[in-house]
């Protein structure tokens, strides 16, 4: 069993990580390009695919980052706190399009 | 942490999880590479259909009948007619009474039959903002208007095509989250594979078959990872890019639905496309001069084509409105260029604009992926893609366990066992049931019923067979041996493809001779001649494996007597 | 099959007769199909060259959208079929190295 959680810890968590991290830091990022972009007076599903092109290769790119640098904190800190205030800004930028 | 350098990360990286999410970007890419002649498998799979593809029928003689008789799915309508209906408004429509809201029919330069589906709309929702859709479909042939029968699959495009972005597992959309997590991997081993390989131009052409198996399976590898690099990494993204909106990414219809929304209202405003019912009924004018009207303005603009897709919204409603768009069979883009009339009178209501930058590069992209171009040697090219990048994953499996097995065996590990087993059923096991199937389907009888649950149980069957079995006789691997269920697989590969082009001989009178002399049709003959060029395949490789095992057996028996 | 289809038979030949070249440039390649070296450069410029020419009756073929792909993939098709020639027989590549290919000439 001890091998288990010694696999899970140094392996599986950190894939985990980077790949959950990475993905909130897409989200974010889209969401508030979307938002963003419609705030500014872009079209909507111009800014939509805009995001979606955009999405996987900064996905990719996030999730090597916080794989290869494990040791430092500030690949975590940019994709999991950049990503939530990045979603929040977004959605509160939509609460302001919609008023 | 322990990774002492970049480098050592990005291989811990290809090799992981290329193994893990291997498993399953083999059934993608193995049935992709179906799926691009999944067309033609249907017409092989059902023989009422071998005839020339047809343009889109007329709507006015042909379409209108059968959307007029046309139900709604009866699973569906038990499944969703108690979450859409309001109970507190009154009694539940029954299934037959549903009025029609939408009506849609489909084509493409390859298909003789047509798709056609209904979206019948709920009279009392109980959430008034949604569509509240139940549909029902039918497949028709264009020539009479008369109905496919409905115990018939069409295997290729409605098992072998959703089977590679959905494994056709559909509980809460599972497989396609499972693929999409493969795919995004896919992009991860693929960037560290570059990486971790610096002599990229030297591995384009370098296979020495004569090493040994592990340094060989190391060359297969390379080799057809990197010329078809460009194919993996685009087809891996565009299959991401795909399925963003409404799986991958869903930000637009999940957080951020109100600006969608929004958005929705502002756009039917601004093209004049009503996006609501009227609520006061109106009969629908001649479809058939539309689509004149329709070509003309697309002959005008020197891209003359026919229609691929044809949509009635709001039907039977002042509102409604019909969409007709072009089929894209001479580009990659599929684009469409819908031009949109009043169902009333036929007047037109809007051209489509010509698309932003980036709307154009999307659609380039997800055209290459959908392939609807006519274009056949190109489709072969990505079939050969497809299958290079089988060959790439496959070896990555052999070579894990080659790397291994020996070390493996001093240790009494059961690794690299477990990881062979897998490797058999992904690789020779997934080719087992997909013509398992196609034997079946031209060996049960037509009239059977639920004839295609039928295929598609016995593929299921299939697979577990090839990896019972594989396990079964996996106990060489622990010596540091070969499985021999790769080469009896193999034998058995080459059994079931002859059969299945003698039982499509014997059952539809359809030899090759007359599908590629007499009577050409290239659907059928390429089918057969693929099935033969399989079954030559593995019976290559399964002699091989045999001559090899019978050497090393003579060998070390030789050994023994010394 | 339209007039215009017909360029791509040029094109694969122009690109199978590149990647040819281009694996010929390699030492260990070369030195499978004759004795001596390769020229490296001028084999790798006329392996660019022929990839160019090739990508000329793409465009002429298709659709420039669509020539991109078939030129794409085309060049896979073509890289891998070299590579089996290579590894099962190689001398089919002899016509391919041809004197001024060869360093020698250059002396």
């Given at each position: 069993?001890?091998?288990?959680?010694?696999?899970?810890?140094?392996?599986?968590?950190?894939?985990?990580?980077?790949?959950?991290?990475?993905?909130?830091?897409?989200?974010?990022?889209?969401?508030?390009?979307?938002?963003?972009?419609?705030?500014?007076?872009?079209?909507?599903?111009?800014?939509?695919?805009?995001?979606?092109?955009?999405?996987?290769?900064?996905?990719?790119?996030?999730?090597?980052?916080?794989?290869?640098?494990?040791?430092?904190?500030?690949?975590?800190?940019?994709?999991?706190?950049?990503?939530?205030?990045?979603?929040?800004?977004?959605?509160?930028?939509?609460?302001?399009?919609?008023? | 942490?322990?990774?002492?350098?970049?480098?050592?990360?990005?291989?811990?990286?290809?090799?992981?999880?290329?193994?893990?999410?291997?498993?399953?970007?083999?059934?993608?890419?193995?049935?992709?590479?179906?799926?691009?002649?999944?067309?033609?498998?249907?017409?092989?799979?059902?023989?009422?259909?071998?005839?020339?593809?047809?343009?889109?029928?007329?709507?006015?003689?042909?379409l209108i009948d059968v959307f007029n008789r046309t139900e709604?799915?009866?699973?569906?309508?038990?499944?969703?007619?108690?979450?859409?209906?309001?109970?507190?408004?009154?009694?539940?429509?029954?299934?037959?009474?549903?009025?029609a809201?939408?009506y849609?029919?489909?084509?493409?330069?390859?298909?003789?039959?047509?798709?056609?589906?209904i979206?019948?709309?709920?009279?009392?929702?109980?959430?008034?903002?949604?569509?509240?859709?139940?549909?029902g479909?039918a497949?028709?042939?264009?020539?009479?208007g008369?109905?496919?029968?409905?115990?018939?699959?069409?295997?290729?495009?409605?098992?072998?095509?959703?089977?590679?972005?959905?494994?056709?597992?559909?509980?809460?959309?599972?497989?396609?989250?499972?693929?999409?997590?493969?795919?995004?991997?896919?992009?991860?081993?693929?960037?560290?594979?570059?990486?971790?390989?610096?002599?990229?131009?030297?591995?384009?052409?370098?296979?020495?078959?004569?090493?040994?198996?592990?340094?060989?399976?190391?060359?297969?590898?390379?080799?057809?990872?990197?010329?078809?690099?460009?194919?993996?990494?685009?087809?891996?993204?565009?299959?991401?890019?795909?399925?963003?909106?409404?799986?991958?990414?869903?930000?637009?219809?999940?957080?951020?639905?109100?600006?969608?929304?929004?958005?929705?209202?502002?756009?039917?405003?601004?093209?004049?496309?009503?996006?609501?019912?009227?609520?006061?009924?109106?009969?629908?004018?001649?479809?058939?001069?539309?689509?004149?009207?329709?070509?003309?303005?697309?002959?005008?603009?020197?891209?003359?084509?026919?229609?691929?897709?044809?949509?009635?919204?709001?039907v039977g409603?002042?509102?409604?409105?019909?969409?007709?768009?072009?089929?894209?069979?001479?580009?990659?883009?599929?684009?469409?260029?819908?031009?949109?009339?009043?169902?009333?009178?036929?007047?037109?209501?809007?051209?489509?604009?010509?698309?932003?930058?980036?709307?154009?590069?999307?659609?380039?992209?997800?055209?290459?992926?959908?392939?609807?171009?006519?274009?056949?040697?190109?489709?072969?090219?990505?079939?050969?893609?497809?299958?290079?990048?089988?060959?790439?994953?496959?070896?990555?499996?052999?070579?894990?366990?080659?790397?291994?097995?020996?070390?493996?065996?001093?240790?009494?590990?059961?690794?690299?066992?477990?990881?062979?087993?897998?490797?058999?059923?992904?690789?020779?096991?997934?080719?087992?049931?997909?013509?398992?199937?196609?034997?079946?389907?031209?060996?049960?009888?037509?009239?059977?019923?639920?004839?295609?649950?039928?295929?598609?149980?016995?593929?299921?069957?299939?697979?577990?067979?090839?990896?019972?079995?594989?396990?079964?006789?996996?106990?060489?691997?622990?010596?540091?041996?070969?499985?021999?269920?790769?080469?009896?697989?193999?034998?058995?590969?080459?059994?079931?493809?002859?059969?299945?082009?003698?039982?499509?001989?014997?059952?539809?009178?359809?030899?090759?001779?007359?599908?590629?002399?007499?009577?050409?049709?290239?659907?059928?003959?390429?089918?057969?001649?693929?099935?033969?060029?399989?079954?030559?395949?593995?019976?290559?490789?399964?002699?091989?494996?045999?001559?090899?095992?019978?050497?090393?057996?003579?060998?070390?028996?030789?050994?023994?007597?010394? | 099959?339209?007039?215009?289809?017909?360029?791509?038979?040029?094109?694969?030949?122009?690109?199978?007769?590149?990647?040819?070249?281009?694996?010929?440039?390699?030492?260990?390649?070369?030195?499978?199909?004759?004795?001596?070296?390769?020229?490296?450069?001028?084999?790798?410029?006329?392996?660019?060259?022929?990839?160019?020419?090739?990508?000329?009756?793409?465009?002429?073929?298709?659709?420039?959208?669509?020539?991109?792909?078939?030129?794409?993939?085309?060049?896979?098709?073509?890289?891998?079929?070299?590579?089996?020639?290579?590894?099962?027989?190689?001398?089919?590549?002899?016509?391919?190295?041809?004197?001024?290919?060869?360093?020698?000439?250059?002396?």
């Amino acid at each position: 069993m001890t091998l288990f959680w010694q696999v899970t810890r140094s392996y599986v968590t950190p894939v985990v990580a980077a790949f959950l991290g990475g993905y909130l830091f897409t989200w974010g990022l889209v969401s508030l390009l979307i938002s963003g972009m419609v705030y500014l007076g872009g079209d909507f599903h111009n800014a939509e695919t805009i995001g979606f092109l955009l999405a996987f290769p900064i996905f990719l790119f996030m999730f090597f980052w916080n794989f290869i640098r494990q040791t430092s904190w500030l690949p975590y800190v940019m994709t999991f706190v950049g990503g939530a205030i990045m979603t929040t800004l977004a959605y509160g930028l939509q609460t302001l399009v919609i008023q | 942490m322990k990774f002492a350098n970049t480098r050592q990360a990005m291989a811990w990286l290809h090799t992981w999880l290329g193994l893990i999410f291997g498993f399953v970007l083999m059934i993608c890419f193995f049935f992709g590479a179906l799926s691009v002649f999944d067309r033609e498998i249907d017409r092989w799979a059902i023989p009422d259909t071998r005839f020339d593809p047809q343009p889109m029928p007329s709507f006015d003689n042909v379409l209108i009948d059968v959307f007029n008789r046309t139900e709604p799915d009866i699973a569906e309508y038990n499944r969703l007619m108690p979450v859409y209906h309001d109970s507190a408004a009154g009694d539940i429509t029954p299934r037959t009474e549903l009025p029609a809201d939408e009506y849609w029919a489909y084509t493409t330069h390859r298909d003789p039959v047509l798709l056609m589906g209904i979206g019948f709309r709920v009279p009392k929702p109980l959430n008034t903002k949604e569509h509240n859709h139940i549909h029902g479909r039918a497949t028709i042939d264009p020539r009479s208007g008369e109905e496919l029968p409905s115990n018939s699959l069409k295997i290729g495009s409605d098992w072998f095509y959703p089977l590679h972005y959905s494994l056709n597992l559909n509980w809460n959309f599972i497989g396609f989250y499972i693929v999409g997590i493969a795919a995004f991997f896919m992009l991860v081993a693929l960037v560290s594979g570059v990486w971790i390989h610096r002599k990229i131009f030297r591995e384009f052409f370098t296979f020495r078959r004569e090493k040994k198996t592990q340094r060989a399976t190391l060359d297969l590898h390379n080799m057809s990872g990197v010329v078809a690099l460009p194919f993996h990494f685009f087809f891996a993204l565009t299959g991401l890019i795909i399925f963003a909106a409404f799986y991958y990414l869903p930000v637009t219809n999940t957080m951020l639905k109100p600006l969608h929304d929004m958005h929705e209202t502002m756009e039917a405003n601004a093209t004049g496309l009503p996006h609501q019912r009227l609520g006061i009924t109106a009969q629908i004018a001649s479809v058939d001069d539309m689509v004149t009207e329709a070509k003309r303005r697309w002959a005008a603009r020197d891209m003359a084509g026919e229609v691929g897709f044809l949509m009635v919204h709001h039907v039977g409603d002042a509102n409604s409105y019909v969409s007709i768009y072009r089929a894209g069979s001479d580009r990659v883009s599929l684009v469409g260029e819908g031009i949109h009339f009043k169902s009333s009178n036929g007047e037109v209501l809007r051209e489509d604009p010509p698309h932003s930058t980036a709307k154009s590069i999307a659609e380039f992209l997800t055209g290459l992926h959908l392939q609807h171009f006519e274009h056949w040697f190109l489709r072969w090219l990505y079939v050969l893609g497809g299958l290079l990048g089988c060959v790439c994953i496959a070896t990555g499996f052999i070579f894990f366990t080659e790397k291994r097995k020996q070390q493996h065996a001093k240790n009494n590990s059961q690794g690299s066992r477990i990881v062979d087993a897998f490797a058999i059923t992904t690789v020779t096991g997934i080719i087992i049931a997909a013509v398992s199937m196609l034997v079946a389907n031209r060996i049960l009888p037509a009239d059977l019923a639920n004839k295609g649950d039928w295929e598609k149980w016995i593929f299921c069957i299939a697979l577990s067979f090839s990896f019972l079995h594989a396990t079964l006789r996996s106990s060489p691997v622990v010596r540091g041996e070969k499985n021999p269920a790769w080469r009896e697989q193999c034998f058995i590969i080459t059994a079931l493809a002859i059969t299945a082009v003698t039982a499509n001989w014997l059952t539809t009178g359809d030899h090759l001779i007359k599908t590629i002399f007499t009577t050409p049709y290239w659907a059928v003959a390429g089918v057969d001649l693929s099935l033969l060029a399989v079954a030559a395949t593995s019976w290559k490789a399964a002699a091989r494996l045999q001559s090899e095992s019978i050497e090393k057996e003579q060998s070390s028996s030789e050994a023994a007597y010394e | 099959m339209n007039n215009s289809t017909v360029w791509l038979i040029p094109a694969i030949i122009l690109m199978l007769v590149a990647m040819g070249w281009l694996a010929l440039s390699l030492p260990g390649h070369w030195k499978q199909v004759r004795s001596g070296k390769p020229a490296s450069r001028r084999l790798r410029l006329a392996g660019w060259s022929a990839i160019v020419l090739s990508a000329l009756c793409c465009l002429k073929a298709d659709h420039a959208t669509m020539a991109v792909l078939v030129w794409l993939m085309l060049m896979a098709a073509a890289a891998a079929s070299v590579g089996m020639i290579l590894s099962m027989r190689p001398r089919m590549l002899k016509w391919l190295s041809l004197g001024i290919f060869a360093e020698e000439f250059r002396r």
